[in-house]
């Protein structure tokens, strides 16, 4: 028996949630903000992850409480963020048109 490693696709969530922010940056759309925002929730949720796994991780015979993985929790927020302002800015850039 084993247990789903977070750490596993954490990379490719940070690239996408990186590449989403830069997309919309670059396209200058009205979610840049909130793209931004999920990128940075990521970042932050992904740097605890690798701290707390280089320290041993949480609970168990760790001597740390569970409750330091909810420090994680910024990662989960700003995946959604991300994906919700990416999909929001490819919503509204479909309506808009083709550009000339």
Known sequence: MGAVDPL???VVVLVGS????????LEESRHR???AWGFVLVLAGFSVM???TAIGGV???TGRSPWWATLVTPFAGGWVLG????VRAH???YR???RS
Not at 18 to 24: D, K
Not at 83 to 86: P, S, W, Y
């Open 18 to 25: 990186g590449c989403v922010a830069f997309g919309t940056h």
């Open 96 to 98: 808009a048109g083709p």
């Open 8 to 10: 596993e696709g954490s």
């Open 83 to 86: 994906l919700v302002a990416g």
């Open 33 to 35: 903000k909130a793209a």
């Open 91 to 93: 919503v509204d850039a």
């Open 59 to 61: 609970g168990g015979s």
């Open 50 to 52: 690798l701290t707390v």
